[in-house]
């Protein structure tokens, strides 16, 4: 069974840079075909997609985000990272990784438990 | 604001029908792109209950079903249980934005 764990630091402050890794078990992060993505959520707020990424290093991202938000992938790892630069309070969310197919209409399948991100000083 | 715009909430007694509905406009659902639709219960993750507008994944109970038309996509959900209660999120995709969106998301209520 496929499965994602989110990792963070939990706490970071304003302007500062947070790094949050996905890892993945239960399969292949290298595997054809799917891609894996980051998805937040502010507390009492909705879904907001960040970025996805496949294997080889392909990307996407929410161009509201853009400018401050990279994606990496570490196949030997089994892992994917997300970094975002800059943080502000609005960046307080709780953090999911998820799988999900090629392109951006696909669907989120497989979905980490979360891990909350603190934004404060 | 989100671009796909779904209900704050809906309610049902056990047992009844419930529809939650995600308009979108013609750069995204209206451009013929799949809805997705998720069930999130407090403090988890979402849950993925249909996918590709009309499919259930597997271990998914045929109480919910899915349906697109036009610019809009409805979640329907049948023979309401206790257990159906948490929050309901769906997904596309949007040209102008380039990105995947989500709807804001449906508190559903069972009374």
């Known amino acids: 069974q496929l499965q994602l764990q989110e990792s963070g630091p939990g706490l970071v402050k304003p302007s500062e840079t947070l790094s949050l890794t996905c890892t993945v078990s239960g399969g292949s992060i290298s595997i054809r075909n799917y891609y894996w993505g980051w998805i937040r959520q502010p507390p009492g707020k909705g879904l907001e997609w960040i970025a996805n990424?496949?294997?080889?290093?392909?990307?996407y991202y929410n161009p509201f985000l853009k400018s401050r938000v990279t994606i990496s992938v570490d196949t030997s790892k089994n892992q994917f990272s997300l970094r975002l630069s800059s943080v502000t309070a609005a960046d307080t969310a709780v953090y999911f990784c998820?799988?999900?197919?090629?392109?951006?209409?696909?669907?989120?399948?497989?979905w980490g438990q979360g891990t909350l991100l603190t934004v404060s000083s | 604001q989100s671009v796909l715009t779904q209900p704050p909430s809906v309610s049902g007694a056990p047992g009844q029908r419930v529809i939650i509905s995600c308009t979108g406009s013609s750069s995204n659902i209206g451009a013929d792109y799949n809805v997705h639709w998720y069930k999130q219960l407090p403090g988890t993750a979402p849950k993925l209950l249909i996918y590709d507008s009309i499919i259930r994944p597997s271990g998914v109970s045929d109480r919910f079903s899915g349906s697109k038309s036009g610019t809009s996509a409805s979640l329907a959900i049948t023979g309401l249980q206790a257990e159906d209660e948490a929050d309901y999120y769906c997904q596309s995709y949007d040209t102008r934005l380039s990105g995947s969106i989500f709807g804001g998301g449906t508190k559903l209520t069972v009374l």
């Open positions: 998820a799988r999900t197919g090629q392109g951006l209409s696909t669907q989120y399948d497989y």
């Open positions: 990424i496949y294997y080889i290093g392909n990307t």
